[in-house]
Structures are given as C-alpha cells and as structure tokens.
C-alpha cells in the first residue's frame, strides 16, 4: 500500500537539494497553467527541470471521461498513472510548479494524499526559487523505470454535489472559496462561459494568492493564521475548500493542513459544477462573517 509515512506538508529547496539523487526521494512536476496564460507546462519541463522531476501531466491524470474539468480518476487509473512516472509506494515524493504561486502543486498533493500517500510534500517556493538560487536543472524528457505505486481512495477528503447541497441545510462544514474577490462576489466574469456568477451561499472567501509572499513561499505560519481568522475562518470546525475548478482549493487545503487541519476536504466539482447547475442556490457581494 502507499507510503503512510507522513513528510512535512511543505519542504524546503535546501531539504530537496540535500537529497538529490536518492532513490527513496522521488520528484514530480506538477506545473499546470490556465489556457490563457501562454504557457505550455510540458515544453517548459523538456527545457528545463529538478534533476530526477518526472512530468505529471493533470489533465492526463485526471479522469478523462468526466464533463468537468481535472477531476479525480478512479484509484485504478491513478495507480497506473504513477507507476508509469517510476513511483513507488515506499516513495517520499516532492512536487513543484513553476507559478511562483503554488498553483498547481498543491493539487497533485492533495491528490496523492486523497488516494493513501501520506508522505508528500509541496516544495516550498517551487521552481523559481530553485531556480533563483543557482541550483541545477536538466532539460529533456526522460523515461522513468516503471515503479509500484498502489492506491486506495480516501473518499472523506472529497466532497461531490450531492454532499455540497446537504452542507447547505446542516451547516456542518464551513465552505472556504480560493476565488479572486471578484468572482466570490459576482462582480468579475467567470473565465469559463455558461457558469452563473458568485457564490455558494454562506462561504467565505480566501484568495490562494494570498496565502504566500512574493518569492512564492508559503507566509509564517502566524500570518497565516491570522489570514484564516480575518476570513472568518473557525479552526474548531471543518471545513471544505473549493475553488474553480478544483486545483486552487488545494492551496487552501494545505495551508490548513500546516496549521494543523490535516482534514481539509476539496469540492472536487467547485464553481465549474455548482455554478453550471440551473437549481443549485448563489449569492453575491462579500462573505458574510459571523464575529461572534
């Protein structure tokens, strides 16, 4: 079964740097850009990479079949998916992108950890810190050696539809939305066409930009609670991070899960689900938050 041996959430590139090499330290690309960005992920990989980085692709390692967009596949698929990269199930696995955002990172961790794979981290400024320190990268495309890499869903982490309309009425899990302000609120267009503006009624919003600094770490751990407490956030509660599509509520995921939520949930579906539903409730303007 896959490594329950839990790493650190995040890991530093002077961690990473030290341990180049060693067969038991897998590394994983998991650089992912927006179609409007002008970006192409795979092109940047080839030209140049972490030493040892394998390619995730999130679109190929998603399910395929589903209308929405990078949505989980099946344990089967995925496990599939990984051995072809060359990982293992003994594998400590460090995954990285080049946004200077941790845009997408934080998605393949969340998926690794959603199927049993505890002992997983983000790098911690990704690729353009390594980068800006002079460390070494490879261009090419190499063919890992197939690895044994099996997985077991862990289906409370996941929050479909279904679970998202109950949470309206019980109130149970606070819903926290990774959207820019704008589009929480209503005012900005939604990058995808056909999907109503807003939000899921009674969510709070926390921006995924905003949860690092400039150089693309994630802040101290007290600045980012007290981002967590402005946005209204109670850390006795659960909660559930969306997002648009699903990738960027990882983000939230995992600076939940370094202030000590290990048990953050993702609405896989996020806006790109509930905002094409033509009964699912939305409100408009800012959060509204309970002070009490």
């Not at 209308?67 to 051995?83: C, D």
């Not at 995954?95 to 959603?114: E, H, I, M, Q």
């Not at 969306?242 to 000590?260: D, F, K, P, Q, Y």
Request: glycine content about 10%; aromatic content about 8%; overall charge negative.
């Amino acid at each position: 079964m896959p490594n329950d041996t839990p790493l650190p959430a995040i890991v530093s590139t002077e961690w990473l740097a030290a341990r180049l090499g060693r067969p038991d330290v897998k590394i994983v690309d998991a650089s992912w850009y927006l179609p409007d960005s002008g970006r192409d992920a795979a092109a940047e990989y080839a030209a140049g990479h972490i030493p040892g980085a394998v390619f995730y692709d999130l679109e190929a390692s998603s399910n395929r079949s589903s209308s929405l967009p990078h949505m989980l596949p099946s344990a089967t698929e995925f496990a599939t998916r990984m051995s072809a990269l060359g990982l293992d199930d003994a594998s400590a696995i460090v995954v990285y992108d080049g946004s200077g955002l941790n845009l997408s990172a934080p998605r393949a961790w969340w998926t690794f950890r959603v199927f049993g794979h505890a002992a997983v981290a983000v790098l911690d400024g990704g690729l353009g810190k390594w980068r800006g320190e002079g460390r070494p990268l490879d261009p090419g495309t190499p063919k890992p050696k197939r690895g044994r890499f099996t997985a077991r869903l862990d289906a409370g982490r996941v929050r479909d539809l279904a679970a998202m309309r109950a949470n309206l009425t019980s109130g149970a899990e606070q819903v926290v939305d990774a959207r820019a302000p704008g589009r929480f609120a209503g005012t900005a267009a939604e990058p995808r066409p056909g999907l109503r503006a807003g939000h899921i009624p009674g969510s709070l919003n926390l921006p995924f930009t905003d949860v690092v600094g400039p150089d693309g770490t994630v802040l101290p751990l007290d600045r980012l609670r007290d981002l967590f407490v402005a946005a209204g956030v109670d850390f006795t509660r659960p909660v559930v991070a969306s997002c648009g599509s699903g990738v960027t509520a990882c983000c939230i995921a995992l600076a939940l899960e370094l202030l000590g939520c290990d048990r953050t949930a993702v609405y896989d579906g996020s806006w790109t689900e509930w905002g094409a539903q033509s009964d699912t409730p939305i409100e408009a303007g800012p959060p509204r938050i309970d002070r009490a």
